[in-house]
């Protein structure tokens, strides 16, 4: 009770979550306060169910079955129960008193009850509990050892044929649904419980398969059967350790499911959590499986991965290596990713070489994954190359001449004391491609960009009257423009402004006061206020039905 505080539910939920839960204390009905626990409803988007558990070996903890909480995050919905006990605090002691002496009070009672007394009890909640009895049929299957009737009950219980309209169950169905099929696995994982591991290996893979059908015709939005997966993917693998099954078998499995082709890819299952189960022989079996699968499909996603899973976990770089090489990218992103590998396992020289490669076998420089780019700079930049990566950087804005790039051009240069050259060099090309978009063989003036970006604003001005410029740049060479070039600016100004005056929304408005502001200042560099006022007063003579539009103009003193 004591790690019930504001301060651990914030810490618990966050501080967005914990502020959003202060909204939903009216939303909280049904406390009920139990002996550790605290259950109740929030209504949400939906209504739902929470609990908080106080007395936990981790201390605070909770659960909710909202989207959110259900991916094991302490919610909004917790943090609004936890609040509302703690506005409370007089009566929980009382209520947590009252729930444990009615536990001690059921639990003498039953004590006190005849064998032929319990068993009408449990036969009346039977009865009136249909979950209740499923699990105690399978478990009852499973004591006699009726396994064609334990099959058939999983097989039951899966079957979503109660559930479905026209073959498919609806969202509003699927929580139902999904309630059924962890009955399966708790079905399964009785059976282990019971000593007969060995015969639920084969139920639990009947399940998966099961499963992973029903899927197909369940909207499960909410990840409800997915759930069921982890359940029955945790069954199989306590299933395996119980019964100790053949490795060589078990690899053969793993292998298969881990490629697809068990067709019961809804539960996500790694082969390395079986090291335990299948030994030494069994991993040697795994491995030369995973081997062959790769080598009859190399650029296969689940061959490639299954296999860098086991490099990895061998510590075998050059296998991990021999996997990304065996499907090379044309961009030179798997250079990039051998590197790294290399990076890790301090075999620098080699990822260098590699990172070089991928730049050498990129046929167009264009195209080379960027971050390759970076890596090799980067690495160059370490050991002193300045030249070289100036090199690459002069390559590359070649290649995809780019704001960013000319930007990585001109970092590059400068630590190398080579920017002056370079920069004529790469202007030059900026030049022909603003001839060439003169001509229509190109898109966006980038060569304004560039010179903004030297703060090189004359030559910049001179850019967009010869070659152009959207209007994006002409109100940033404006701006930067206009204390020396006040008559050029004003038009600038003017021309944006005028489709402005056509459009309606204050987002548009407070751009067009911008302008108005500017071109205010414009005519005070040229000392012609009043025309200032007579431009002002025709367009409020024109837009005078925009109330928001004079506000604003009113609000700037316009």
Same mark, same amino acid.
Request: include cysteine; proline fraction near 3%; glycine fraction near 8%.
């Given at each position: 009770?004591?790690?019930?505080?504001?301060?651990?539910?914030?810490t618990?939920?966050?501080?967005?979550?914990f502020?959003?839960?202060?909204?939903?204390?009216?939303?909280?009905?049904?406390?009920?306060?139990?002996?550790?626990?605290?259950?109740?409803?929030v209504?949400?988007?939906?209504?739902?169910?929470?609990?908080?558990?106080?007395?936990?070996?981790?201390?605070?903890?909770?659960?909710?079955?909202?989207?959110?909480g259900?991916?094991?995050?302490?919610?909004?919905h917790?943090?609004?129960?936890?609040?509302?006990?703690?506005?409370?605090p007089?009566?929980?002691?009382?209520?947590?008193?009252?729930?444990?002496?009615?536990?001690?009070?059921?639990?003498?009672?039953?004590?006190?009850?005849?064998?032929?007394?319990l068993?009408a009890l449990l036969?009346?909640?039977?009865g009136?509990?249909?979950?209740?009895?499923?699990?105690?049929e399978?478990?009852?299957?499973?004591?006699r050892?009726?396994?064609?009737?334990?099959?058939a009950r999983?097989?039951?219980?899966?079957?979503?044929?109660?559930?479905?309209?026209?073959?498919?169950?609806?969202?509003a169905?699927?929580?139902?649904?999904?309630?059924?099929a962890?009955?399966?696995?708790?079905a399964i994982?009785?059976?282990?419980g019971s000593?007969? $591991?060995?015969?639920?290996?084969?139920?639990?893979?009947?399940? &998966?398969?099961? #499963? @992973?059908? =029903?899927?197909?015709? /369940? %909207?499960?939005s909410?990840?409800?059967?997915?759930?069921?997966g982890?359940?029955l993917?945790?069954?199989?693998?306590?299933?395996?350790?119980?019964?100790?099954?053949?490795?060589?078998?078990?690899?053969?499995?793993?292998?298969?499911?881990?490629?697809?082709?068990?067709?019961?890819d809804?539960?996500?299952?790694?082969?390395?959590?079986?090291?335990?189960?299948l030994?030494?022989?069994?991993?040697?079996?795994?491995?030369?499986?995973?081997?062959?699968?790769?080598? $009859?499909?190399?650029r296969?996603?689940?061959?490639?991965?299954? &296999?860098e899973? #086991? @490099?990895? =976990?061998?510590?075998? /770089? %050059?296998?991990?290596?021999?996997?990304?090489?065996?499907?090379?990218?044309?961009?030179g992103?798997?250079?990039?990713?051998?590197?790294?590998?290399?990076?890790?396992?301090?075999?620098?020289?080699?990822?260098?070489?590699?990172?070089?490669?991928?730049?050498?076998e990129?046929?167009?420089?264009a195209?080379?994954?960027?971050?390759l780019?970076d890596?090799?700079?980067?690495?160059y930049?370490?050991a002193d190359r300045?030249?070289?990566?100036?090199?690459?950087?002069?390559?590359h804005?070649?290649?995809?001449?780019?704001l960013?790039?000319?930007?990585? #051009?001109?970092? =590059?240069?400068?630590?190398? %004391?080579?920017?002056?050259?370079?920069?004529?060099?790469?202007?030059?090309?900026?030049?022909?491609?603003?001839?060439?978009?003169?001509?229509?063989?190109?898109?966006?003036?980038?060569?304004?960009?560039?010179?903004?970006d030297?703060?090189?604003?004359d030559?910049?001005?001179?850019?967009?009257?010869?070659g152009?410029?959207?209007?994006?740049?002409?109100?940033?060479?404006?701006?930067?423009?206009?204390?020396?070039?006040?008559?050029?600016?004003?038009?600038?100004?003017v021309?944006?402004?005028e489709?402005?005056?056509k459009?309606?929304?204050?987002?548009?408005?407070?751009?067009?006061?911008?302008?108005?502001?500017?071109?205010?200042?414009?005519?005070?560099r040229?000392?012609t206020?009043?025309?200032f006022?007579?431009?002002?007063?025709?367009?409020?003579?024109?837009?005078?039905?925009k109330?928001n539009l004079?506000?604003?103009?009113?609000?700037?003193?316009?």
């Amino acid at each position: 009770m004591r790690d019930l505080t504001e301060s651990n539910l914030k810490t618990l939920a966050g501080s967005r979550s914990f502020e959003r839960g202060r909204g939903y204390l009216d939303a909280v009905s049904g406390v009920e306060v139990g002996d550790g626990w605290i259950s109740a409803s929030v209504h949400g988007t939906e209504r739902y169910e929470v609990e908080l558990s106080l007395d936990g070996p981790g201390g605070l903890s909770g659960e909710c079955d909202c989207p959110f909480g259900l991916e094991g995050n302490f919610c909004k919905h917790l943090v609004a129960l936890g609040l509302t006990v703690l506005a409370r605090p007089e009566g929980l002691p009382r209520q947590r008193k009252a729930a444990q002496d009615r536990a001690q009070d059921l639990d003498g009672w039953l004590s006190a009850q005849s064998k032929d007394e319990l068993l009408a009890l449990l036969r009346e909640q039977i009865g009136e509990d249909r979950q209740l009895r499923r699990r105690l049929e399978v478990r009852a299957a499973s004591a006699r050892g009726d396994l064609a009737a334990v099959r058939a009950r999983i097989r039951e219980l899966l079957d979503i044929g109660p559930f479905a309209q026209y073959g498919y169950v609806e969202y509003a169905d699927a929580r139902a649904y999904a309630d059924q099929a962890e009955q399966a696995v708790s079905a399964i994982g009785a059976l282990t419980g019971s000593g007969r $591991a060995a015969e639920a290996i084969p139920l639990v893979r009947e399940a &998966m398969k099961l #499963l @992973a059908q =029903a899927v197909e015709s /369940v %909207d499960d939005s909410d990840g409800w059967l997915g759930q069921a997966g982890t359940g029955l993917a945790d069954a199989h693998l306590d299933a395996c350790r119980a019964a100790s099954p053949d490795p060589g078998e078990l690899a053969h499995w793993l292998v298969g499911h881990a490629l697809g082709e068990s067709g019961d890819d809804l539960t996500d299952i790694d082969p390395l959590d079986y090291e335990d189960v299948l030994g030494t022989e069994g991993m040697a079996a795994l491995r030369k499986l995973a081997v062959e699968a790769w080598q $009859a499909n190399r650029r296969g996603w689940a061959e490639k991965y299954l &296999m860098e899973r #086991l @490099a990895k =976990a061998g510590d075998d /770089v %050059d296998a991990v290596i021999a996997v990304h090489a065996a499907d090379l990218a044309p961009n030179g992103h798997t250079h990039l990713v051998i590197a790294r590998e290399l990076d890790t396992a301090r075999r620098r020289d080699e990822a260098l070489g590699w990172a070089e490669r991928g730049v050498r076998e990129t046929r167009d420089l264009a195209a080379v994954d960027a971050a390759l780019v970076d890596y090799l700079c980067d690495r160059y930049a370490q050991a002193d190359r300045f030249a070289d990566a100036v090199a690459l950087r002069r390559d590359h804005f070649g290649a995809r001449r780019t704001l960013l790039t000319y930007q990585q #051009l001109r970092t =590059a240069a400068r630590a190398a %004391d080579r920017w002056p050259a370079e920069r004529e060099s790469a202007l030059a090309l900026l030049r022909a491609d603003a001839e060439h978009r003169q001509q229509g063989r190109y898109g966006g003036p980038v060569l304004v960009d560039a010179l903004l970006d030297d703060k090189d604003v004359d030559a910049a001005w001179h850019a967009a009257t010869e070659g152009g410029a959207h209007d994006r740049q002409w109100l940033t060479l404006a701006d930067q423009a206009r204390a020396t070039r006040p008559a050029d600016t004003l038009a600038v100004y003017v021309r944006l402004a005028e489709p402005l005056t056509k459009e309606t929304g204050n987002a548009v408005y407070e751009e067009l006061v911008s302008l108005l502001l500017s071109i205010r200042d414009c005519h005070r560099r040229l000392g012609t206020p009043e025309e200032f006022t007579g431009y002002v007063t025709a367009l409020r003579t024109a837009q005078k039905r925009k109330r928001n539009l004079m506000r604003l103009m009113d609000e700037h003193g316009l």
